[in-house]
Nanobody
Framework: QVQLVESGGGLVQAGGSLRLSCAAS??????MGWYRQPPGKPRELVVT???????NYADSVKGRFTISRDDTKNTVYLQIDSLQPEDTAVYYC???????????WGQGTQVTVSS
């Protein structure tokens, strides 16, 4: 069983930055990623990163969001720069264990961007 703890969300003005963290315990991890759910909308992909470091960004965040991972700490990070009001959402991390391949979700962290 994998436990995930997210942190780093908050209220920030447009143009500001935040760094989200998601620490996992309990297993060797394969792919990791971040998703978000804006108010009244479905959850959407933000970015994923494989164990080998290959990333896949949503077009809407390319150039502003940066994912990274520290496998010594079983932690994935999301650096968010040039925040815009449309980035307001609950951000969730998702990790997949290496074996067996099971997905786990974090509890979500709120990011609110004021204009």
């Amino acid at each position: 069983q994998v436990q995930l703890v997210e942190s780093g969300g908050g209220l920030v003005q447009a143009g500001g930055s935040l760094r989200l963290s998601c620490a996992a315990s309990g297993s060797i991890l394969d792919a990791m990623g971040w998703y978000r759910q804006p108010p009244g909308k479905p959850r959407e992909l933000v970015v994923t990163i494989t164990r080998g470091g290959t990333t896949n960004y949503a077009d809407s965040v390319k150039g502003r969001f940066t994912i990274s991972r520290d496998d010594t700490k079983n932690t994935v990070y999301l650096q968010i720069d040039s925040l815009q009001p449309e980035d307001t959402a609950v951000y969730y991390c998702r990790v997949r264990t290496f074996y067996p391949p099971v997905d786990y979700w974090g509890q979500g962290t709120q990011v609110t961007v004021s204009s």
